[in-house]
C-alpha cells in the first residue's frame, strides 16, 4: 500500500518557522518529482514547492526566500523548511509525490500562522 506520511504542522506567531516532512513509503519506486502544494480556506490549491531527482527546485513567489524544500532520496523523504512565516501561509499543506506516471497525495497537514 502506497503511503505519503507527513509531519511538522501546527500553530505559530507570525515571523516564526516550521518544518514540514513527508515520508513516502518504500514500495515508490523511481521517484521523480516531489514537493508541497496548499490549499487555504475558500481557495484553490496552489504549489508551494516543488524538487525533482535531481535536486532542481521551483517556488511560488509568495514564499520565495522564506521557504526552502529539499530531498533525501534514500528515505524517500522531502522536506519543508518554513521561515519569517506570514499569517497568509496559514492553509493545509499536502505533500505530492511523483514516480512514473502516478501521482501520490498525502492526507494534509494543517498550518496556522497567527498575527
Known amino acids: 500500500q502506497v503511503q505519503l506520511v507527513e509531519s511538522g504542522g501546527g500553530l505559530v506567531q507570525a515571523g516564526g518557522s516550521l518544518r514540514l516532512s513527508c515520508a513516502a513509503s518504500?514500495?515508490?519506486?523511481?521517484?521523480?518529482?516531489m514537493g508541497w502544494y496548499r490549499q487555504a480556506p475558500g481557495k484553490q490549491r496552489e504549489l508551494v514547492a516543488r524538487i525533482t531527482s535531481s535536486g532542481g527546485t521551483n517556488y511560488a513567489d509568495s514564499v520565495k526566500g522564506r521557504f526552502t524544500i529539499s530531498r533525501d532520496n534514500a528515505e524517500n523523504t522531502v522536506y519543508l523548511q518554513m521561515n519569517t512565516m506570514k499569517p497568509e501561509d496559514t492553509a493545509v499543506y499536502y505533500c505530492?509525490?511523483?514516480?512514473?506516471?502516478?501521482?501520490?497525495w498525502g492526507q494534509g497537514t494543517q498550518v496556522t500562522v497567527s498575527s
Open positions: 518504500r514500495n515508490i519506486f523511481r521517484i521523480n518529482a
Open positions: 505530492w509525490v511523483v514516480a512514473g506516471a502516478e501521482a501520490y
